[in-house]
């Protein structure tokens, strides 16, 4: 009799996701437009409706727990010294506690800086700047500012722990909503993200649900629980790692390609091999990045930008098509469905260039040093090249016609030995939407969200 | 407690001296921040930034200590780190070429402390009391 119902609040849709524990069977899934604006209910309702049709009949389920990346998702600022170095460790807490990191700061900030802030509407910041025993001057100089200048916006403190006091001083001073946690980066190239990733969490579930006109919803439902993109990775980390006696896929990455942003996520350690040395901040198991300038529609316009003239004249003559022109009319109406088969072609070929794109900001990079004590590599980021598996998630590449082409452009197809993309991969699309209901479904139940990713995931011949 | 910034410059895999020095350095009460090798200029100085640093630890082993070197006390000042101590130190130049030249140049590119191939950490050390004033 345990039926659970498992919600994606997206931008563009409302997902759901019926699972029966007795059976450990997916029920069935439906969907329909967000409906954020008027009230999220009435799309959610409508969703529900149509999985009541699909299963035909009415199902009593006595749980029924959300993400939700609606209403522009979980917006934060992230603020460090260096940029490799706190500026980066904020940045990667942020992204894998499931935000879009709007804003990106170092050093100073300046007025015009916080202006921007305030003007951009975020939900929270992290502050962070300083290794424990380190600079203390930048990060309290920081606080202050946005004291000053009277910001209303949560700021988590993630920064050197030898500032503590003084920072929540200025807090209490200038009354503002500030919350302390472990530093970001309490060693040089260490991250340590679990305080503040929590401590994200928690502001979410307690206040950002609430601004964002999600809360309605919860007379209908328990719970929203998390941003959908930490329910995704939660889902990934689990797929890949494996629980108990069930067994994980081992190393993967998943992609999804959206209107505005196309998100990677890659579960590996940095390397496993002997003969190279890392450079830079210390690599996460599971690592989310998020390109902000490659998407579908609101970022199509980035994806010719990532381009040279030449390379532009080129896509032209070959594919017959003036990608500019293209690009611009999905960025101007940007719910544009394909209609005919050009339009298809053209969102293919788009999708493929995210997903290349997006796969050579992700994957680590290597160099060949040559030392009088020989030959060694010098790595920064992370090495995918044994990754089993790349997963393919989100509507374009389920709607696609050629799954398998988008996914390829992430493995190494052009042999570029100094980049470290999957070498021989692989190929599942997460045909049903189900990686952010299992990652869900994972906070009661991780073995059987493991078993029904292990089956449902389909597997592109 | 000062802290130190130490590391191997440059296409440079020396390992050893590098975890000497830390453990003496350790030792002796400061806080050493461990780049280890193959470390590039910038990775010394972003360090130095976040940790506050006092003193850059430059080590070289492998003769191409002045390409690696070069510019390297320009780029502190204009992090911010003008009043960070540079030390240099290990077989920084190619041959059997004199100290005495050798240490101007480095003087001259803006390293407060030169040291000769075979010195042992323990004579720095003083110098570094000294200069740190603990």
Redesign the interface.
Known sequence: MSKYLLVDFGSTFTKLCAVDLETEKIMGTSSHYTTVLEDISIGYHKALNLLFDKLGKKIEFEHVIACSSAAGGLKMAAIG??E???VEAAKRVCLGAGAKVDLVFSHHLTKREVNEIKSGQMDIILLS???D?????NVIYNAKLLGEMNVKVPIIYAGNKSAQDDILDIFENYGLDGYICDNV?P???KLNPKCARGKIRELFLKQIIEAKGIKKIESDIDQVILPTPNAVLQAANLLSEGYLDEQGLGDLVVVDIGGATTDMYSMCYATNRSDV?L?GLEEPYAKRTVEGDLGMRYSAPGIVKSLSEREIDYINKEKNIDIVKEVNERYQNVHLLPEDERDQFIDQFLGEMCAYRAMNRHCGKIHE?????GK?F?QSGKDLSNAKYVIGTGGVIINSNNQKDILKQMSNILGDSTQLRPEEPDYLVDQMYIMAPMGLLAQKHPMLALKLMKENLKELK | MKTIVIGVIGADVHAVGNKIIEYTLVNSGYNVVNIGVLSSQEDFINAAIETDADLIMVSSLYGHGEIDCRGMKEKCIESGLDDVLLYVGGNIVVGKQAFGEVKKTFGDMGFDRVYPPGTSIDDALTDIQEDLGE
């Open positions: 010294l260096v490799e170095l706190t700047g300083g290794s025993g380190g600079n203390q001057e980066m060693k040089i190239n040395v450079h040093v040559i030392t009088p004590m060694v010098n």
